[in-house]
């Protein structure tokens, strides 16, 4: 009978990994497609304004910013985009980690969860989700602000050169073709698993977990397996650090923006 009701359990726990695991990958995808549309409705519109305004052999620096205006004046717009995403992603991650630590810890039922995060009042969700948001808005101002170096330099480069404003048209909208396909796939993925991983450490912190250990893929995609990788998590696989800590690679999680961009941008 034991041996029947473990099995039932384990088979419960892995409905919930895959239940889940899915709700993540469908808010990735969501992210992903609202992100392509929002590169490229500002792509349009600096396209529609270089016509408008760069129909010139000089292009003034009055110009070029009435050009450049939609990255910068749709930043507010992205950052609603990813914070929709990424809250809802918290949350998902903070149940996660109820399930992971129930799990190894039955007699932390629900009731009992409550009952800790009631009497928590340090670090509440409120504050963490703030905290995720304000680190959400910087990282949304130094996105915009690659692409819109990235787009000016086109521009730039371009008038400089002699090309055509057709031919720089062009150059422009090959940039918001990375942007609207493996670009905002690869911002959503480091998004969401951020946002994920950091409800799991909320949950881990609120429960009162002592230890973590970072657990890859298990694949041939983890990083460290290539030659050319800047980073190494193969070795990092299996590490024990106390809660709190960072790994040996500085990273308090699998994805943590805090650190080296290399260490955790598309971080699965």
Request: hydrophobic fraction near 30%.
């Amino acid at each position: 009978m034991k041996k029947n009701q473990l099995a039932l359990k384990a088979k419960r726990q892995i409905l919930s990994s895959k239940i889940a695991l899915k709700r993540s990958e469908n808010n990735e995808k969501q992210l992903t497609l609202e992100l392509a549309h929002y590169f490229q409705s500002v792509g349009e519109k600096v396209e529609r304004l270089l016509h408008e305004y760069g129909n010139t052999e000089v292009l003034l620096q009055g110009q070029l910013s009435i050009i450049l205006s939609p990255i910068k004046d749709s930043h507010e717009e992205y950052y609603r985009i990813i914070a929709k995403h990424i809250l809802r992603e918290y949350q998902l991650g903070t149940d996660e980690g109820d399930r992971l630590v129930n799990l190894h810890n039955p007699s932390l039922t629900t009731a009992v969860m409550n009952e800790i995060r009631r009497n928590n009042l340090f670090g509440t969700l409120q504050y963490s989700e703030e905290r995720l948001l304000n680190k959400t808005f910087e990282a949304s101002q130094q996105t915009l602000a690659r692409v819109d170096d990235s787009i000016n330099e086109i521009i730039t480069e371009g008038y400089k050169s002699g090309k055509g404003i057709d031919s720089v048209s062009r150059d422009i909208n090959t940039r918001f073709d990375q942007l609207t396909g493996w670009e905002s796939r690869r911002i959503a993925r480091t998004e969401i698993h951020n946002a994920h991983n950091e409800g799991i450490m909320k949950s881990y912190e609120t429960l009162g977990v002592e230890y973590t250990q970072w657990i890859t893929a298990h694949d041939d995609r983890v990083r460290g397996l290539n030659p050319k990788d800047t980073a190494d998590h193969a070795k990092l696989d299996g590490e024990i650090i106390p809660f709190g800590g960072t790994y040996s690679n500085g990273l308090a999680f699998p994805g943590d923006t805090s650190g080296p961009i290399e260490e955790r941008i598309n971080c699965r």
